[in-house]
């Protein structure tokens, strides 16, 4: 209930600032930088109608991540500048992440403020929150990524979680069929050898398929109810 609240005063404070981004159009006519403001008025109360999540930068890595592409699905749908973007979003930055913006745009001059587009934003959240060095350990860990004694639903989960971080190794529906199916545990992997999968929906078919005939998944799971009973 106290959200509703704070969420409402950040947008009255997004909307003061439009008039701030409107001056900033120094070399344009008054005429102009009018329309420019009216324009951001229309595109904060769109932002605003798809209720878009706060970031608070406590919540870990993966949450940095998730916040952005949140983002960019809302403005998949809005037609904005990088200025406005930038506008709308440092006001959903809250508590530490918020402290933290403010004092990184108080070492930029008004012109970088007003020059700051979207993909360097997004590269300042990220090199904060979700360093280059964790990034490359969630790419290695992918690499390393095989079934094992996973379930086939847990290993599918892991392996849709880790390939966002190695898009360049699974960009067509075949080479994510293949590598997923290589890393398969040998019971079901030996079966699918003698077939040739084209798209990853029927790689996914096929090996539930098997490992729904031998078992496994049940195996694997009555195995941890028995371990955790046994403890």
């Given at each position: 209930?106290?959200?509703?609240?704070?969420?409402?005063?950040?947008?009255?404070?997004?909307l003061?600032?439009?008039?701030?981004?409107?001056?900033?159009?120094?070399?344009?006519?008054?005429?102009?930088?009018?329309t420019?403001?009216?324009?951001?008025s229309?595109?904060?109360?769109?932002?605003?109608?798809y209720?878009?999540?706060?970031?608070?930068?406590?919540?870990g890595?993966?949450?940095a991540?998730?916040?952005i592409?949140?983002?960019?699905?809302?403005?998949?749908?809005?037609?904005?500048?990088d200025?406005?973007?930038?506008l709308?979003v440092?006001?959903?930055?809250v508590?530490?992440?918020g402290?933290?913006?403010?004092?990184?745009?108080r070492?930029?001059?008004?012109?970088?403020?007003?020059?700051?587009?979207?993909?360097?934003?997004?590269?300042?959240?990220m090199?904060?929150?979700?360093?280059?060095?964790?990034?490359?350990?969630?790419?290695?860990?992918?690499?390393?990524?095989?079934?094992?004694?996973?379930a086939?639903?847990?290993?599918?989960?892991?392996?849709?979680?880790l390939?966002?971080y190695?898009?360049?190794?699974?960009d067509?529906?075949?080479k994510?069929?293949?590598?997923?199916?290589?890393?398969?545990?040998?019971?079901?992997?030996?079966?699918?050898?003698?077939?040739?999968?084209?798209?990853?929906?029927q790689?996914?078919?096929?090996?539930?398929?098997?490992?729904?005939?031998?078992?496994?998944?049940?195996?694997?799971?009555?195995?941890?109810?028995f371990?955790?009973?046994?403890?």
């Amino acid at each position: 209930m106290a959200r509703q609240p704070t969420q409402a005063a950040m947008f009255r404070d997004l909307l003061r600032a439009v008039q701030d981004l409107g001056k900033q159009q120094t070399q344009a006519p008054p005429q102009n930088a009018q329309t420019n403001s009216n324009t951001t008025s229309s595109v904060v109360e769109q932002f605003r109608r798809y209720k878009p999540p706060t970031f608070n930068g406590i919540a870990g890595p993966l949450a940095a991540e998730e916040w952005i592409r949140g983002l960019e699905r809302i403005f998949k749908h809005l037609s904005c500048t990088d200025a406005q973007k930038v506008l709308c979003v440092e006001f959903m930055l809250v508590d530490a992440a918020g402290h933290w913006w403010e004092s990184v745009s108080r070492t930029r001059t008004e012109a970088q403020q007003r020059n700051l587009t979207w993909a360097r934003f997004k590269e300042e959240v990220m090199g904060k929150y979700f360093p280059q060095a964790l990034r490359d350990r969630k790419e290695i860990e992918f690499l390393q990524l095989k079934q094992g004694k996973m379930a086939l639903l847990d290993y599918e989960r892991k392996f849709e979680q880790l390939s966002r971080y190695t898009t360049h190794l699974v960009d067509t529906e075949q080479k994510k069929a293949r590598r997923f199916e290589l890393r398969l545990r040998p019971e079901i992997g030996g079966i699918m050898a003698s077939h040739e999968f084209t798209t990853y929906s029927q790689v996914l078919q096929r090996a539930q398929a098997i490992a729904n005939r031998l078992g496994l998944d049940q195996t694997t799971q009555e195995s941890t109810e028995f371990s955790g009973k046994r403890k």
